[in-house]
């Protein structure tokens, strides 16, 4: 049996499911009566045997965002009575439910972010550390200050800042960093802020793709300086576009607002009311209502799909050499967006990732070889023209891993148990048969 610091249950709970579920009949190394005859293994469908799940045309159990009759309504008032009501709404309501004690609502998660980066208020060449494995937006907008990104590894298991790598990383030119919480997993942020605070470092958070996770009963978005939050229409809350920022000082807060919000300036910055500086970072109004409607339903979503990510994955993490995205603590609380990510150990399964992807495929599930754009390796880093200081190009063996191990499924938004039965079902029958696939 596999370690449980791999995935999310305890030892007890997975032997329990060893004892019950339908492994048995994958061809899973369990305990029989003595003289009993080996439980039957339907042949692959990639051998020409039956499909294990059942795709009717049409059907699209991923399918977000799911908008429905209170966000046409709140759009067609909208249409209605035009104005920018929806914007102080929005973000007295996102007070409300996380608690910050200040926010400022943005075009999208790009903007939070790069107003957070303009009131850092750091001297150029000032470096921040930032894992390599995000979208370009973690990174890009520092080289508009003059900040320098140094590329930190992820833990290939988790998908996430590496702490032990940034430490290996830290120089005198270091003054903050942003650990991501990859597809809705929540980073460290305990063990990340206690290593900043001893080194007198800034964290900020990038929880574009945490809307609503916590670890140890707090909010991803509230343990940093400033957190940005995306709206674009993947992502957990989604309002097509638009976006989130959380700062906990007033400082930060105003000298953000006056970058991207020409009319809200305060305090220091009041003067600059009426010309803020020169750029409009400010949420369209219809985005603020869809954003306000989908708020409302956030907490119910997470906890559904949750359970029902939870009810496909405790079978599947049996399994040998299949683990999760995850890290084993209680005192975590994670969501799943767009995707349910696992990897496979190619050596414990005994057949290569491409072997398992292709027999899923054949069965009928939407399974594929996950791969991401790593920030490093794009031109735009190694162009010393962009930057004010040219980022240091590393190599990062935890982004290579992740890349080369990983297999995404779908995350369904919708009620499928039926759907969720046949996947593990067909994970079970492809591992069932994973020696002849080892040597293929």
């Known amino acids: 049996m596999k370690s449980n610091k791999h995935g999310s ?8 499911f060893l004892k019950t579920s339908g492994a048995v009949a994958a061809g899973l190394s369990l305990a029989r009566p003595a003289g009993a005859k080996p439980a039957k293994v339907e042949k692959l469908a990639l051998n020409g045997g039956p499909k294990a799940v059942e795709n009717p045309p049409g059907s699209s159990p991923a399918r977000w965002p799911l908008y429905g009759k209170e966000e046409e309504e709140a759009v067609l008032e909208l249409v209605r009575n035009p104005g920018y009501s929806q914007l102080a709404a929005l973000e007295k309501e996102w007070k409300e439910y996380f608690n910050p004690p200040y926010c400022k609502s943005h075009c999208n998660g790009t903007g939070a972010l790069t107003a957070m980066f303009f009131a850092l208020n750091l001297p150029p060449g000032s470096e921040i550390m930032v894992p390599s494995a995000t979208f370009f937006a ?4 520092m080289r508009l200050f003059g900040l320098v990104p140094v590329f930190v590894d992820i833990n290939p298991r988790t998908l996430n800042f590496d702490l032990e790598d940034a430490k290996k990383r ?3 030119n270091t003054k903050a960093l942003v650990p991501v919480h990859w597809f809705g997993l929540p980073c460290e942020m305990d063990h990340i802020c206690d290593w900043a605070k001893e080194k007198g470092l ?6 574009c793709h945490a809307h609503g996770a916590k670890l140890k009963g707090k909010y991803m978005g509230l343990w940093s300086r400033m957190a940005a939050f995306s709206f674009q229409a993947s992502k957990p ?5 638009g976006g989130m920022a959380n700062f906990q000082e ?7 607002t006056a970058y991207g919000h020409y009319s809200k300036c305060t305090g220091d910055h009041a003067k600059y009311n009426g010309t803020g500086l020169g750029v409009k970072l400010r949420i369209h109004p219809m985005a603020a209502a869809l954003a306000r409607c989908q708020l409302r339903k956030l907490k119910k979503r997470n906890e559904t799909g949750n359970a029902q990510v939870r009810s496909l994955n405790d079978r599947l993490v049996q399994l040998p050499g299949l683990y999760e995205q995850t890290y084993n603590r209680p005192d975590m609380e994670r969501l799943y967006y767009a995707a349910n990510m696992l990897f496979i150990d190619e050596k414990e399964a005994g057949m290569s990732r491409a ?4 027999a899923l495929q054949a069965e009928g599930v939407r399974a594929r070889a996950y791969s991401y754009r790593l920030q490093h390796k794009c031109p735009l880093y190694s162009e010393p023209q962009w930057w004010h200081h040219p980022p240091v190009i590393p190599e990062l063996p935890g982004c290579e891993q992740s890349n080369s191990t990983a297999i995404s499924l779908p995350y369904f938004t919708s009620q499928v148990p039926d759907l969720v039965e046949q996947y593990a079902k067909a994970f079970e029958k492809v ?10």
């Open 202 to 207: 800034i964290v900020l958070e990038d929880a």
């Open 9 to 16: 249950q305890g030892g007890d709970t997975r032997r329990d």
């Open 237 to 241: 809350l989604p309002a097509i576009e």
């Open 250 to 256: 007033k400082h930060d807060y105003e000298r953000a």
């Open 431 to 440: 591992w069932a048969h994973r020696k002849e696939l080892g040597k293929a």
């Open 138 to 141: 973690t990174i890009v907008p």
């Open 170 to 172: 830290l120089t005198k």
């Open 355 to 358: 072997a398992a992807v292709k």
